[in-house]
């Protein structure tokens, strides 16, 4: 089973990490690359999907650490 997917969103103050469905951020951080480092650790240890959002809103990257077939079938 899969954990919750992470997500890494834009705040006046800085970055959080939010776990998908919360309704309360995970953590803060001063530059989203802390925050990036905190959910991709998360997203790891749950197995599930890291989404990384830009200053607008907008998703910029999406990581995923689930069972994923590689090479994909088909």
């Known amino acids: 089973m899969t ?3 992470q997500w890494v969103v834009p705040r006046e ?3 959080a990490v939010r776990g998908e469905g919360n309704s309360r951020d ?5 530059t989203q ?3 990036i480092n905190t959910a991709k650790e998360i997203a790891q240890n749950q197995a599930s ?3 990384i ?6 998703i910029r990257e999406r990581n995923s650490y689930g069972n994923d077939p590689f ?4």
């Open 49 to 51: 999907e890291l989404f």
């Open 3 to 5: 954990g919750k997917n």
């Open 71 to 74: 090479p994909p079938k088909g």
């Open 26 to 30: 995970t953590s803060h951080h001063a």
């Open 53 to 58: 959002q830009n200053k607008q809103g907008q």
């Open 33 to 35: 690359q802390e925050a």
């Open 13 to 15: 103050d800085g970055w």
